[in-house]
């Protein structure tokens, strides 16, 4: 028996979001008399932070604290459309929607003011601390929570914002046939360390380093807990995870958690990541959206690891024991390629 | 069906209700006592967010029968809270962004908090062994050892 390394690599261009039907996102933003807003949205925070996100996209915006701005994504009912949370869109579109939003929001909280301070709203800048003063002198300046007083009750304003992103229609080019099916791409680059056992054919990961390029990292916190948890899916699915192991014959197949396998604290290796970030021309303030890329260099770096450990080539997912011992069993042997 | 009365502690309060022959654990806490804290996960022993402690011992609530528990002390997630601080655990799982989705959470605390109770300065081995009956699908696992680990060693946030 024998355990061998090998070293795989993989690039992915990633698109951000869909192309069908526009893949549209609306937000709605409005201010509530405490000076507090709220933001509106369909969109569905699954733990990868896109409460924290759109808080800070619309924040930024208005002009106000962080803090003075909550995000309700209670009921798609009600809510403004949403497609949903999904293709990594979250960031790029719904961002996109809140900053539109935010950004009508604002010049109507601008108005407002302006009109409480008897000057032109065009003098008027946000200290990014709750407060809105006339430019060069900012001893004339009103509290966000006066305006929204002021506007709710002495002015009859709503300090609201609509937002919409819709991916605009790509034209064929009649020639060609060239078309632009996305907006804006992200990249990512992973090596991945494997150790393949010639006679069991367990795979273990031994190392992953990475990089990363996904526009401006709003949240850099964010961006890495999603980098980081999401390679673990990435290795799930390379390595372990199947409904029909068979297929199309559906014996064998998981029944629960202790039959379906994925990796478990046990399994996991070091993985440095690198962020480059690249804004992106039409992303809220640059953002892309790390989502699904994350799990999407994992899958060709381990198969080609694989490859290099022991020169089978296993091209069906998850790359199971069984398929590793079978392909080293039909070429007579593990075969290891040159280090690389 | 008849029911049978069963007397516990429950997060250091005397609780007392009547359940069905065969109730398990999990749906006694759940639904009778209110403390939604264990998570119903698998319902199979599978996943490990049902955990709970009893008589400071890391269980899974919904393979464990109800009655069986009669007399005995119960601690879950939401009794680790210690007024309207939070244990240092769970100011490191933030610190450390252990939490996504957070389903797997209260199950992680659990097995971390019965680990700690009894080896208060654990190698990271053994906090991958304490965690390796929970599964979590979005923060690979990393974020989570190194939170216990950050809790063991006092190094959590005020």
Same mark, same amino acid.
């Not at chain 1, 001893?139 to 006066?146: L, Y």
């Not at chain 1, 006679?199 to 709003?218: K, N, P």
């Not at chain 1, 996991?268 to 690198?274: E, M, Y």
């Not at chain 2, 208060?120 to 081995?125: F, K, L, Q, Y």
């Given at each position: ?174 020639? &060609? ?5 996305? &907006? ?39 961006? *890495? ?51 480059? *970030? ?63 | ?7 516990? =502690? ?13 109730? +398990? ?32 011992? @890391? ?5 464990? @029968? ?10 879950? @997630? ?6 309207? +601080? ?37 190698? =990271? ?8 009956? +929970? ?10 050892? +190194? ?12």
């Amino acid at each position: 028996m024998t355990r061998h390394r090998g070293r795989g690599m993989a690039s992915i261009n990633y698109p951000i979001g869909m192309n069908l039907g526009g893949d549209p996102s609306q937000a709605l933003v409005h201010s509530n008399p405490s000076g507090k807003f709220t933001v509106a949205l369909s969109s569905i925070d699954l733990g990868q932070g896109m409460k924290s996100v759109t808080r800070q996209i619309c924040a930024e915006t208005l002009g106000v604290p962080v803090e003075d701005v909550y995000v309700d994504t209670a009921d798609s009912d009600t809510g403004p459309h949403c497609m949903g949370s999904f293709a990594s869109r979250g960031t790029h579109r719904v961002g996109n929607a809140v900053m539109a939003a935010a950004r009508e929001a604002r010049g109507v909280m601008m108005e407002a003011a302006a009109e409480e301070l008897e000057v032109n709203a065009a003098d008027l800048e946000t200290d990014g601390r709750g407060n809105i003063h006339v430019k060069g002198a900012p001893h004339r300046s009103i509290s966000t929570k006066d305006v929204a007083i002021a506007a709710q009750f002495k002015q009859g304003k709503t300090i609201s914002g609509r937002g919409i992103f819709l991916v605009p229609l790509s034209d064929v080019d009649p020639e &060609t046939g060239e078309m632009s099916p996305a &907006t804006c791409y992200a990249h990512a680059c992973l090596v991945a360390e494997v150790e393949v056992d010639d006679e069991t054919g367990e795979i273990a990961m031994v190392r992953m380093d990475s990089a990363y390029e996904l526009g401006r990292a709003l949240n850099p916190r964010l961006v *890495e807990q999603q980098l980081v948890g999401g390679a673990w899916m990435g290795v799930g699915h390379a390595l372990y995870e199947t409904p029909e192991p068979y297929y199309p014959d559906p014996v064998h197949g998981p029944r629960d958690f202790v039959e379906y396998l994925m990796p478990g604290p046990g399994d996991i290796c070091p993985h440095d990541i690198a962020v480059l *970030e690249r804004p992106a021309p039409d992303g809220p303030f640059g953002g892309k959206g790390p989502g699904e890329m994350c799990a999407n260099p994992v899958l060709p770096a381990v198969a080609n690891a694989i490859f290099n450990a022991v020169g089978v080539r296993i091209d069906d997912l998850p790359i199971t024991p069984e398929k590793v011992l079978r392909a080293i069993k039909a070429q007579g042997g593990a075969r290891p390629q040159a280090r690389r | 069906m008849t029911k049978i009365p069963l007397q516990f =502690r429950h997060n250091g309060r005397d609780v007392a209700i009547f359940v069905d022959g065969g109730t +398990n654990l999990l749906v006694a806490l759940r639904e009778l006592i209110g403390d939604i804290t264990p998570k119903f996960g698998c319902g199979q022993g599978g996943c490990g967010t049902c955990s709970v402690l009893i008589d400071g011992e @890391l269980h899974l609530s919904c393979l464990t @029968l109800a009655e069986t528990v009669s007399g005995r002390s119960i601690e879950t @997630l939401d009794g680790m809270k210690q007024g309207p +601080n939070l244990h240092p655990l769970q100011r490191a799982f933030a610190d450390n962004f252990a939490a996504q989705c957070g389903y797997c959470t209260p199950g992680m605390l659990m097995a971390a908090k019965a680990l700690l109770d009894r080896n208060p300065s654990p190698s =990271r081995a053994e906090v991958v062994e304490a965690i390796s009956g +929970n599964i979590c699908r979005c923060t690979g696992y990393e974020p989570i050892i +190194n939170a216990i680990l950050a809790a063991a060693g006092g190094r959590v946030s005020a």
